[in-house]
């Protein structure tokens, strides 16, 4: 027996034709804190051993709980109240399943749960926060399935539970004696439902997380068969697009034509939706034809007026004063205002929802970060209770923040009752960029003051165009708060709320001040946060300033983070190892340069090392219908996580947050004018291609440093922004003054017509097969 | 509504539909072959990306009245058997690598990556860093760098095995 100390958890077998174990989810209220209660441990205490059999009221205890169920073939199943959206939760969460019940991993089935209302907040996903709040609750309710599996084979075998070992699905007696988990499952199922403590291992016996594991559903990915929403075959549910107004929330006066495109080919049905005018067809193409022949008259929408030029001064004159503690006048001032231009965060598949709306149910499946919020959403679209309405949570083909919200699945429903009818809704691409969710346009202005060594003040004031929090933390309570906050705080309450849980100033800085400001209302535009919510943006205008400072003091820029960090090993740690990595303060040609970052949050600590190559001979490279300019060569990131799970997908994640920090900084935005955006393809928004692409990219994943996990999914954004952003200017002699730095180079495009909205496909595709 | 004939992953296949329609929707819609995303419509973000006679193209952009009944489409859910195997070795590469996030551009990168290899053995040389520049298609998850890395590893794969 292992002499390691055990955390011990309470957790619940459930009566079942199979062994089936139960644990807390979390408690409402509380998004992040992990659910199930540590029993202080008692000396002689059995791994095993029963400490309560308490009979207990099945329903009311275990609402608020996750199951993971024992096959009859010895697999475990488990439905996670999350979404997969690319970020490798499945497989991490298999990981914790395999760890805890010695399972290979590819015997533990991970599904997505359907909308639980029960579980309060804790379905949404978001915020990177799944490993965090999912790591104790997961692998006590698998412990309590092998503790269960394991006390059935001490009974049959004649041995003491606590002499019996377990190993790839196997139960092991002393004497070479073994029972496979498949011959446990149904004899050791409980016939009622009791709460026992289990022993979770300690991270010094782990075998599985911590070590890099593949994706669980690569093999479905490669070969075509992972089945995202676009893909399901629900019976009737034909495919059906909008046709959107010109500009921003514009609305529908007036349909001039529905006779004649209600009769075009393969069209079944048209009808004014809020959105626009919907249209139902036997396929997609058709749907298009039919949105592109739609004569519709609107009325005007919220922001016509609006372009980028009166955003950025009513975001300037909004701007939040500097604070009191008025800096020593003999002080030598840094002060640096930056603008960051609108962000799409559109993934690559689109929008999308399959609604079945019948007179007293309605069935939704479609990629949702919030399930919960949309569930109750439909029911009051419909005017059902939220149990008349069934929201089924599919794999989304990304997420980045746009599939925290409901549009997709309200514009389904409507159509379908409206059309009597299923209908699986699509977005056609140009949707996603002209009416789809933008991340707030903002400023951030950042005054820091310095004195021999010392700095002595920092104040960071981000002013934004509102964002819209309405989904909360992804159930209707938290949510009703965001939409109409208590107090008269406006939408100020909730920013403010997000703004101060997620952005610090890690340096010792004297006299640090933050705040933000966001004008107009939350519902104004479509917005909603891109991944890494305020962060992406104000880590940029810090560490910009934090290297403004290292120059006027006269200090290397790493050796000035070093030296400034709050006192912190793990900190001083990641900055050390990418630095040593990227060969920092290596002779770099006239026209490159490095740059480095450092952040922390989610409960880690992060930094990079970018190179970027500025010559002309690479800023012109010439490539059709693409932005190419200054390139990114080499990028070295160093991540702290705490307890890296799964080390490879966490790789992935800093990877791909990379991806997006290097557009956002280089090439992508989105242009307002006259109220609607010009963008409407990728050939438009020039988020990260190939061509922009780091040959070398290295992500170190550094030792775990602590027994549990931090957050993961949207950490390397806003750090390889920030070193980007350094190196630029490095490079160039010059602090870019707005972001993207291309953003006012005349368009490299020629912007779609808004009416009609969506462009035709081509028909010359044959040309180009190569 | 015309009646079409060709063939897809080695069956004979005939649809009615009118000849305007755009192949992928004849594919997905029509046919239930859903390994080829939509993600534009408009022959931009590749994520549609199929093969044609070997060719890798994009149906999104044409209409299955050009497609003639000798044609031979490829999808992913086809490309193992283009080779007899359960995997294509590009298959096999972005398994090994770990290549995908959320996967749904991975059957179209996939597809365009087994067409650019081919036409650079073909022309008897290897693949190139600026040939992996030319890929067009949008991963949004940002997997750019694993996939490049699968390209180099398939390309070998695809080298020995012909
Ligand atoms: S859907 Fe065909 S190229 Fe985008
Ligand atoms: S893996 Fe998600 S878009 Fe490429």
Redesign the interface.
């Known amino acids: 027996m292992t002499d390691v100390s055990r955390r011990r958890f309470l957790a619940y077998v459930i009566a079942a034709p199979t062994v089936v174990a139960a644990a807390r989810w979390a408690d409402a209220g509380t998004s992040t804190t992990a659910a199930p209660q540590p029993i202080p441990s008692a000396p002689g205490l059995s791994d095993t051993y029963d400490l309560n059999d308490l009979l207990t009221d099945s329903t009311k205890t275990t609402a608020n709980m996750i199951t993971v169920r024992v096959n009859k073939d010895g697999t475990a199943s488990f439905a996670l109240p999350r979404i997969e959206t690319g970020q490798g939760i499945t497989t991490s969460t298999a990981m914790l399943i395999a760890e805890e019940m010695d399972l290979p991993v590819s015997k533990v089935h991970v599904t997505l749960a359907d909308a639980r209302p029960e579980l309060k907040q804790n379905q949404f996903t978001g915020g990177s926060n799944t490993s965090i709040s999912t790591y104790t609750p997961i692998r006590t309710a698998a412990a309590a399935a092998k503790q269960q599996m394991k006390g059935e084979a001490a009974r049959r075998l004649g041995v003491s539970a606590d002499h019996l070992t377990t190993r790839d699905g196997v139960v092991h007696a002393p004497d070479g004696r073994t029972i496979p988990y498949a011959d446990l499952a149904e004899s050791a199922a409980a016939t009622s439902t009791r709460q026992i403590v289990v022993a979770l291992k300690d991270p010094s016996e782990f075998r599985i997380i911590g070590r890099p594991h593949g994706r669980v559903d690569a093999h479905a990915a490669v070969t075509g068969r992972k089945t995202f929403t676009m893909d399901m075959h629900v019976r009737g549910a034909l495919p059906t697009m909008i046709c959107r107004p010109p500009t921003i929330k514009g609305t529908v006066k007036r349909v001039n034509n529905r006779t004649t495109v209600t009769n075009m080919p393969g069209v079944t049905d048209v009808a004014v939706i809020s959105g626009g005018v919907a249209v139902r067809a036997r396929t997609f193409g058709q749907c298009i034809d039919a949105v592109r022949a739609l004569k519709v008259t609107w009325n005007p929408g919220t922001v016509d007026k609006d372009s980028d030029k009166t955003f950025l001064a009513e975001l300037k004159a909004n701007e939040l004063p500097f604070g009191a503690p008025s800096p020593d006048p003999l002080a030598d001032v840094v002060d640096e205002s930056f603008t960051f231009y609108w962000k799409s965060n559109s993934a690559l598949e689109p929008n999308v929802a399959i609604a079945d709306v019948r007179k007293t149910r309605a069935t939704i499946w479609s990629p949702l970060q919030a399930p919960i919020f949309t569930q109750q959403e439909v029911a009051d679209l419909l005017g059902f209770s939220v149990d008349q309405v069934k929201v089924h949570v599919l794999p989304g083909g990304g997420a980045f923040g746009r599939r925290m919200f409901s549009d997709v699945a309200l514009e389904a429903a409507e159509a379908s009752k409206k059309f009597g009818k299923p209908v699986k809704l699509m977005w056609h691409r140009t949707d996603e960029f002209r009416a789809g969710r933008m991340h707030p346009m903002a400023t951030s202005h950042v005054r820091a003051t310095y004195s021999g060594g010392s700095v002595l003040s920092f104040e960071q004031r981000h002013t934004s165009m509102a964002t819209d929090w309405s989904m909360g933390f992804g159930e209707p309570l938290s949510a009703s708060m965001a939409s109409a906050p208590p107090a008269g705080l406006g939408d100020q309450g909730y920013s403010q709320g997000v703004w101060n849980l997620t952005i610090n100033v890690p340096y010792n800085f004297g006299q640090v001040d933050h705040a933000i400001y966001e004008i107009r209302k939350y519902d104004d535009m479509h917005t909603g946060s891109v991944r890494n919510l305020y962060s992406a943006d104000a880590a940029v205008a810090r560490e910009l300033v934090v290297d403004k400072l290292a120059k006027a003091m006269k200090v290397d820029r790493y050796r000035f983070r070093q030296e400034f960090l709050k006192d912190d090993d793990l900190a001083s740690g990641v900055l050390h190892a990418a630095a040593k990595a990227a060969r920092w303060g290596r002779h770099m040609p006239a026209g490159t340069a490095q740059g480095i970052a450092f952040h922390s949050e989610y409960h880690g600590k992060i930094a990079a090392v970018a190179e970027i190559d500025c010559r002309p001979s690479t800023v012109n490279r010439k490539k059709r219908q693409a932005v190419t300019g200054p390139r990114v060569t080499k990028l070295v990131i160093a991540v702290d996580v705490g307890l890296p799970i799964n080390p490879r997908g966490l790789e992935a994640q800093m990877m791909g947050g990379a991806m997006d920090a290097i557009g956002q900084i280089l090439t992508e935005s989105m242009h307002l004018r006259d109220g609607y955006f010009l963008e409407g393809s990728w050939d438009d928004y020039y988020y990260t291609r190939q061509w922009n692409v780091p040959r070398d990219i290295k992500v170190i994943v550094m030792p775990p440093s602590s027994d549990a996990p931090g957050g993961a999914g949207e950490f390397g954004v806003a750090v390889t922004k920030a070193a980007v952003a350094c190196a630029l200017a490095q490079a160039t002699h010059e602090t870019p003054a707005y972001f993207p730095i291309n953003h006012f180079d005349p368009l490299p495009f020629h912007p779609f017509p808004t009416e009609p909205p969506i462009p035709q496909s081509p028909r010359d595709g044959l040309k180009h097969a190569r | 509504?015309g009646k079409h004939t060709f063939r897809v992953n080695g069956e004979r296949v005939t649809v009615s539909?009118?000849s305007?329609?755009?192949l992928?929707?004849?594919l997905?819609?029509?046919l239930?072959i859903?390994?080829?995303?939509?993600?534009?419509?408009?022959?931009?973000?590749r994520?549609c990306t199929s093969h044609?006679n070997g060719?890798?193209?994009?149906?999104?952009?044409?209409?299955v009245g050009?497609i003639d009944s000798n044609d031979e489409i490829t999808?992913?859910?086809g490309l193992?058997d283009t080779v007899g195997k359960k995997?294509h070795p590009m298959?096999q590469a972005?398994?090994d690598r770990?290549?995908?996030?959320?996967?749904?551009?991975?059957?179209g990168q996939?597809m365009a990556a087994v067409?650019k290899v081919r036409?650079a053995q073909q022309a008897g040389r290897e693949i190139t860093?600026a040939d992996?520049?030319?890929?067009?298609?949008?991963?949004?998850?940002?997997?750019?760098?694993?996939?490049?890395e699968a390209i180099h590893e398939g390309a070998k794969q695809m080298a020995a095995d012909d």
Request: aromatic share 8%; glycine share 8%.
């Open positions: 509504m539909a009118p305007d329609v755009r992928l929707w004849v997905r819609d029509l239930g859903t390994g080829p995303k939509y993600g534009c419509g408009i022959e931009v973000c994520a044609i060719k890798a193209f994009n149906p999104c952009s044409v209409p050009q999808t992913i859910e193992p995997l298959q972005w398994i770990d290549v995908a996030q959320c996967g749904y551009c991975q059957p996939i067409a036409e860093e992996l520049d030319d890929i067009r298609n949008i991963c949004r998850c940002g997997t750019y760098h694993r996939i490049r």
